[in-house]
């Protein structure tokens, strides 16, 4: 079940689509605003000119935005998931049980209700963590007793990693918890690969997430190799694919890379993922957090699938790294020494081949696919519902997932 889309049409019968409201349009439409215009846009507000840097209005148009919406900006889609899962009680549809997957949080709220109106087992699924997520912004003490109130009815909770996983072990002892990361679709990249870029090109493709991803050293990195003579800028080109955020050129022409940078903005994703394809290196910014080790970078996957050398630079020694070592699939530059070596012994080859060599594992790479996904929901489903047949029969279950 979703919300439904303007402009996508979802091919399943197996799909529900229900409406949605739009809540934050609707208050801008109360104050006589643009319900599409961003608020910055609408007054001519500055923006940050540096990554970690936050003005001040932003800060509370921000909590604005967070009282208006609490406990997210899609809680205007729960009374219409609500309305069509009481038709799928009153229609005896079988459901054997229910998973819902945040964000949005949202659908946990629809899922606590779900269990109730449908009476069946609930696994509440976390890509990223609800108030224990390091990386999200906004007071989220407020949420603690809304997400404790709301979990206390789930029969098992998943998450993306490990430490994360161990998180929410913590706060809910006793609980059913187990670790499923993300992957990728084998379909979406089935196509030929398409020819490697003649560049030196090194691709990033997603959000940076204002001050929470900072490509700032490897750009120093690159401004060094180029006055160094180790790199030629007439080859170089790091090319970024998505929104843009206000700091970016101000950092590029910190660093001198005008010559060498290429900003795209928003790009479809079949797009996206050929210029992953034809790239020589691929990029990935963690959280900038020391203490998050549990992230993996949801780009990371789509890299995997895209079958080119994988380049991450900055955050800290965590499951990311543990993934591109497992898979030989890039290197994990957490300090700039080893940034520094990565670069030069990549353009080195780039230079005497032609390209970048790539050593990915492929079985190991295919452990981070959507059927072994599948396969390990399918584990946890089974296990669940064995738990709650025994406790139907007033024993306690004994398999902990």
Same mark, same amino acid.
């Given at each position: 079940?979703?919300?439904?889309?303007? &402009?996508?049409?979802?091919?399943?019968?197996?799909?529900?689509?229900?409406?949605?409201?739009?809540?934050?349009?609707?208050?801008?439409?109360?104050?006589?605003?643009?319900?599409?215009?961003?608020?910055?846009?609408?007054?001519?507000?500055?923006? *940050?000119?540096?990554?970690?840097?936050?003005?001040?209005?932003?800060? /509370? %148009?921000?909590?604005?935005?967070? %009282?208006?919406?609490?406990?997210?900006?899609?809680? &205007?889609?729960?009374?219409?998931?609500?309305? !069509?899962?009481?038709?799928? #009680?009153?229609?005896?549809?079988?459901?054997?049980?229910?998973?819902?997957?945040?964000?949005?949080? !949202?659908?946990?709220?629809?899922?606590?209700? *779900?269990?109730?109106?449908?009476?069946?087992?609930?696994?509440?699924?976390? #890509?990223?963590?609800?108030?224990?997520?390091?990386?999200?912004?906004?007071?989220?003490?407020?949420?603690?007793?809304?997400?404790? =109130?709301?979990?206390?009815?789930?029969?098992?909770?998943? $998450?993306?990693?490990?430490?994360? /996983?161990?998180?929410?072990?913590? #706060?809910?002892?006793?609980?059913?918890?187990? +670790?499923?990361?993300? &992957?990728?679709?084998?379909?979406?990249?089935?196509?030929? !690969?398409?020819?490697?870029?003649?560049?030196?090109?090194?691709?990033?493709?997603?959000?940076?997430?204002?001050?929470?991803?900072?490509? @700032?050293? %490897?750009?120093?990195?690159?401004?060094?190799?180029?006055?160094?003579?180790?790199?030629?800028?007439?080859?170089?080109?790091?090319?970024?694919?998505?929104?843009?955020?206000?700091?970016?050129?101000?950092?590029?022409?910190?660093?001198?890379?005008?010559?060498? $940078?290429?900003?795209?903005?928003?790009?479809?994703?079949?797009?996206?993922?050929?210029?992953?394809?034809?790239?020589?290196?691929?990029?990935?910014?963690?959280?900038?957090?020391? =203490?998050?080790?549990?992230?993996? @970078?949801?780009?990371?996957?789509?890299?995997?699938? /895209?079958?080119?050398?994988?380049?991450?630079?900055?955050? @800290? #020694?965590?499951? %990311?790294?543990?993934?591109?070592?497992?898979?030989? $699939?890039?290197?994990?530059?957490?300090?700039?020494?080893?940034?520094?070596?990565?670069?030069?012994? @990549?353009?080195?080859?780039?230079?005497?081949?032609?390209?970048?060599?790539?050593? &990915?594992?492929?079985?190991?790479?295919?452990?981070?696919?959507?059927?072994?996904?599948?396969? !390990?929901?399918?584990?946890?489903?089974?296990?669940?519902?064995?738990? +709650?047949?025994?406790?139907?029969?007033?024993?306690?279950?004994?398999?902990?997932?």
């Amino acid at each position: 079940m979703t919300p439904r889309r303007q &402009g996508i049409r979802r091919q399943s019968e197996l799909v529900i689509e229900t409406e949605n409201r739009d809540l934050l349009a609707d208050w801008k439409a109360r104050l006589g605003l643009d319900r599409k215009r961003g608020i910055h846009e609408r007054f001519g507000l500055s923006v *940050a000119q540096k990554p970690g840097e936050v003005n001040l209005h932003t800060r /509370a %148009l921000g909590f604005i935005k967070y %009282l208006l919406t609490y406990p997210d900006p899609t809680k &205007g889609w729960v009374p219409f998931a609500l309305e !069509s899962i009481g038709e799928i #009680r009153r229609q005896k549809q079988d459901i054997s049980a229910i998973v819902t997957s945040s964000p949005p949080i !949202s659908c946990h709220l629809i899922g606590r209700r *779900a269990k109730t109106i449908l009476g069946c087992p609930w696994i509440a699924d976390f #890509r990223d963590l609800w108030t224990q997520n390091l990386g999200q912004s906004g007071p989220h003490f407020l949420q603690g007793g809304l997400e404790k =109130r709301t979990l206390k009815h789930a029969d098992a909770l998943v $998450a993306v990693s490990t430490p994360w /996983a161990s998180r929410l072990e913590e #706060r809910y002892p006793g609980k059913k918890i187990c +670790a499923i990361p993300n &992957g990728f679709d084998p379909d979406d990249y089935s196509s030929p !690969s398409p020819p490697l870029t003649r560049d030196f090109t090194i691709t990033y493709t997603g959000q940076l997430y204002q001050d929470r991803r900072d490509p @700032s050293a %490897l750009f120093e990195v690159l401004r060094d190799l180029l006055k160094e003579g180790r790199m030629s800028a007439g080859d170089l080109r790091v090319r970024f694919y998505g929104r843009l955020e206000a700091w970016l050129p101000p950092l590029i022409k910190k660093y001198g890379l005008d010559a060498a $940078a290429e900003l795209h903005g928003p790009t479809p994703r079949n797009e996206a993922m050929v210029h992953q394809r034809e790239s020589q290196l691929l990029l990935v910014l963690p959280w900038n957090d020391p =203490r998050e080790t549990g992230h993996h @970078s949801a780009k990371l996957f789509e890299y995997f699938a /895209a079958a080119r050398p994988i380049l991450a630079v900055g955050g @800290s #020694r965590g499951v %990311l790294t543990e993934a591109l070592e497992e898979t030989s $699939a890039g290197v994990h530059a957490f300090n700039k020494p080893i940034l520094r070596e990565f670069l030069l012994r @990549s353009y080195a080859e780039y230079k005497k081949d032609g390209c970048v060599g790539y050593a &990915g594992k492929r079985q190991a790479i295919e452990r981070y696919s959507h059927p072994e996904m599948a396969r !390990s929901f399918a584990q946890v489903l089974d296990s669940t519902m064995q738990g +709650a047949e025994s406790e139907s029969r007033g024993s306690v279950p004994s398999t902990v997932v």
